[in-house]
C-alpha cells in the first residue's frame, strides 16, 4: 500500500487534530521529529509532518494490513473468522461488528 498512499496535508494531516499529527510524526519519524511542531500552529504542523514523513513508509491503522490466516486454521471454513450461514448455530455471545 506505501507505493500508491503517502500522508501528505490533502491526503490526511489537513483532516486529524493537530495531537494525531504529532502522534503519527513521533511513530513515524521519532520524538526528535515531533517535537519542534509543538508550538506551530496546525498549518504550519502538516507542512513539518509532510516533511519529517518524506521518504517514510507510514500508514494509518486502517491501511495497514492484517495478520495473514494461520496455515493450521480450519478449511471447512467453520473457525473463528467464518461467516455464519442458515442454519449454523451461532453462539448468543457472538462479537458483534461494527462497521463505520
Known amino acids: 500500500m506505501t ?15 493537530k495531537a494525531r499529527i504529532l502522534e ?4 513515524a519519524a521519532g ?3 515531533a517535537s519542534p511542531l509543538q508550538a506551530l500552529k496546525k498549518e504550519a504542523a502538516v507542512s513539518g509532518a509532510e ?9 494509518p491503522g486502517v491501511l495497514r494490513n ?5 496455515a493450521d486454521a480450519a478449511s471447512d471454513e467453520t ?6 450461514m ?15
Open 51 to 59: 516533511q519529517a514523513l518524506a521518504g517514510v513508509a507510514w500508514l
Open 31 to 33: 520524538a526528535n521529529a
Open 79 to 84: 473457525g473463528p473468522g467464518a461467516i455464519p
Open 66 to 70: 492484517r495478520e495473514p490466516a494461520h
Open 24 to 27: 503519527v510524526v513521533t511513530e
Open 86 to 100: 442458515a442454519g449454523d448455530d451461532v453462539p448468543a455471545a457472538a462479537e458483534a461488528v461494527e462497521v463505520a
Open 3 to 17: 507505493k500508491w498512499w503517502r500522508a501528505t496535508g490533502p491526503t490526511y494531516f489537513n483532516h486529524v487534530w
